[in-house]
């Protein structure tokens, strides 16, 4: 079923607040096997709301409209939706009871705060629709059907559409759709997109069911493998083939098959399985890479200490850079790295240490060493290994793919050992 998603808001028009609904919706939908061929943003302006829900009624089976529906008087997806589908609005009691105590346990709370008549009209819903009840918020969400075509009007702070979305809506689309469209995906990171392409190209060019489609992410590559079935137990049963035919062609470059499992979760589970403390000396990344890591619960059994020695001075004061590395070979070099390294395992007493020295720009580069220079090191078991990398774009670009790459680069020396590469 063709399905359209429409956000309401003139904020959102101006940018005042990100669009986030569309791109979980979408996923949802795409979950549910319904094929979203447009999404819509529309301000609070009626007449421009009628022409939008007018056209997404006539050229798609189903229309998810969010935001809109609250007590203000631009706030009019209900009413334009209502007149759109020729339906009156009727006072829902069930929704005018939810309210009302909602209202009072507000003004409870809210002493200085009066209730006004205009909330109530959050009550009334187009006649004949089903009322979704909103326990996170006044606004009910609605379900319409009228001559082959359904609309689904969902409030829109995210934290309220989302439970409703769950709770109710996915189990009515889920109905209506007994297809099921089932995801996976593979996650790889230490090679290049281009070369993810090459490797799977004749595996996209065969395809049918299931499906493989690359995403690119910073100093990652995702592969996601779909396929439709009439039950997600079928639709794992294509897709396992596949996966496993990925395993064999990228091995150990794949750092998850878990849709959710981040490339810094992956790392600490590394350190976790084999034991392992780490410690960071960041120069041009300033914390970036400690910032990642410390996102995933649990990481301070395996992450004590985190060295940001941003000047020279520093370097040489915390980590034990030689002063004679610095005026010879420069802070961005591969000497300077292999003793931010060694540095920080000794001062951290950690067993692994990742060092990360570079330019970021948008000034300092030479013509030997130009922007986006970037050297690495990694110490295990008292051996250092070093990595030379050039990326490209603005500082924050630059610092992005570093922090990346310098993850990716630490799981490649625990799944390596060192010690084989010194």
């Known amino acids: 079923m063709i399905t359209e998603l429409v956000s309401v808001g003139t904020e959102i028009l101006l940018g005042n607040i990100v669009n986030t609904n569309s791109a979980y919706l979408s996923e949802k939908c795409a979950q549910l096997g319904l094929s979203v061929y447009y999404q819509t943003v529309v301000g609070d302006n009626e007449e421009r709301m009628k022409a ?9 089976d189903i229309v998810i409209l969010t935001g809109g529906l609250g007590p203000t008087e631009d706030d009019l997806t209900k009413e334009v939706t209502a007149e759109v589908m020729g339906l009156p609005l009727v006072e829902d009691p069930h929704s005018r009871e939810l309210l009302e105590a909602y209202l009072k346990q507000y003004e409870k709370n809210n002493s200085q705060r009066r209730i006004t008549a205009n909330n ?7 006649q004949g629709a089903l009322v979704l009840d909103n326990h996170n918020g006044t606004a009910p969400g609605l379900i319409i059907e009228k001559d082959g075509k359904t609309a689904i009007l969902l409030p829109g702070p995210p934290n309220e559409m989302k439970p409703m979305f769950e709770e109710e809506v996915f189990p009515y689309l889920r109905r209506k759709q007994p297809e099921i469209i089932y995801s996976q995906m593979v996650k790889i990171c230490s090679i290049g997109e281009s070369q993810v392409a090459e490797e799977i190209q004749d595996l996209i060019e065969n395809q ?11 100093g990652e ?17 294509l897709i396992k083939p596949v996966v496993h035919e990925l395993k064999t062609r ?22 976790k399985d084999q034991g392992l403390t780490l410690a960071l000396a960041e120069s041009c990344t300033g914390g970036a890479v400690a910032s990642r890591i410390v996102n995933v619960p649990g990481a301070s059994e395996v992450f004590g200490h985190g060295f940001v020695t941003y000047s020279n001075r520093a370097k040489r004061k915390f980590l034990g850079v030689k002063k004679t590395t610095l005026k010879t070979e420069g802070a961005v070099s591969a000497k300077c790295a292999k003793e931010m390294a060694k540095g920080g395992c000794l001062f951290a007493k950690a067993d692994i240490c990742l060092s990360i020295t570079g330019i970021a720009g948008p000034g300092g580069g030479t013509e030997e060493k130009p922007v986006g220079t970037v050297f690495m090191g990694c110490c295990y078991n008292g051996k250092v290994i ?22 990716a680069f630490l799981r490649e020396c625990m799944l390596e050992g060192v010690s084989r590469k010194a």
Not at 208 to 218: L, R, S
Not at 223 to 229: E, G, H, N, Q, Y
Not at 386 to 407: D, P, S, V
């Open 250 to 271: 990228f091995g150990k470059n794949i750092f998850a098959t878990d849709e959710q499992k981040t490339l810094e979760e992956a790392v600490v589970d590394m350190l």
């Open 221 to 237: 590559v995702h592969l996601r493998i779909t396929a439709k079935a009439d039950s997600e137990k079928e639709c794992r049963k």
């Open 386 to 407: 070093t990595r030379e990398f050039h990326f490209t774009g603005n500082r924050m670009k630059i610092r992005e793919q570093t922090t990346a790459h310098a993850l």
């Open 208 to 218: 049918t069911n299931p499906t493989i489609a690359p995403y690119a992410k910073t």
């Open 52 to 60: 939008t829900v007018r056209t997404a009624l006539d050229r798609s």
């Open 120 to 126: 109530y009209k959050q009550a009334l819903v187009p």
